[in-house]
């Protein structure tokens, strides 16, 4: 059977609350951007959540709608990719969105860079435009090395610094700043190349 919502936090709305009827909640949130909000069985449960903030809860909803092996994703999502001419070589990366293509970040290139750092500085990258934007959208990348790498917190590069890579290396010094001063509360997954094809940040040059 299933569960009854018989309170709805209002995150973000016309006036942000609890309310106990959806009729009152959706008052609040129609046709309103960026509209954030959730329904809930107690009304010890809403509060709680309300005080935890939208950020927790959208993110374990999207967790729940992880894609199953084999299908591709659709949907609202940000993925994101880095391309690089040689190793180490000129480095850039980017993010697009998976439901239309639309690039919403470029950068680079960079002077002596891996594909793995520009992987790394991608996700992050994304990571913070979402934060700071106060949206919550599923990322995805297809670097393994830059999923573990954000996990940890840590760029895991093995590249050195060189007159030619200082501002490479200064943007992965913030990077990492930031994941220490931020809970990594966005869905990171991996991108299924081999199921899904490329991903569509992909830069098409290999």
Request: with cysteine; hydrophobic share 35%.
């Amino acid at each position: 059977m299933a569960k009854k919502n018989n309170f709805y936090v209002v995150w973000q709305g016309r006036k942000p609350g609890i309310y106990s009827s959806w009729e009152a909640c959706k008052s609040q949130v129609q046709a309103f951007e960026s509209a954030r909000y959730m329904g809930f069985e107690t009304q010890e449960q809403a509060e709680q959540a309300f005080k935890e903030g939208w950020k927790k809860h959208y993110a374990l909803k999207s967790k729940g709608s992880n894609p199953k092996p084999g299908i591709r994703p659709t949907g609202e999502a940000l993925t994101v990719d880095a391309a690089c001419s040689g190793n180490p070589g000129r480095m850039e990366y980017r993010g697009v969105l998976l439901q239309n293509g639309k690039e919403v970040f470029h950068e680079g290139p960079f002077e002596e860079g891996t594909n793995n750092i520009g992987e790394f500085l991608a996700i992050v990258h994304a990571l913070a435009l979402l934060d700071k934007r106060n949206i919550c959208l599923p990322i995805y990348s297809d670097s393994a090395n830059a999923l573990l790498w954000v996990k940890k917190k840590k760029c895991g590069t093995k590249l050195m610094p060189s007159p030619k890579n200082t501002e490479l290396f200064q943007l992965i010094g913030r990077a990492e700043q930031w994941l220490l001063n931020h809970d990594r509360d966005f869905p990171v997954y991996k991108w299924d190349t081999k199921a899904w094809g490329e991903i569509p940040a992909d830069f098409g040059r290999k």
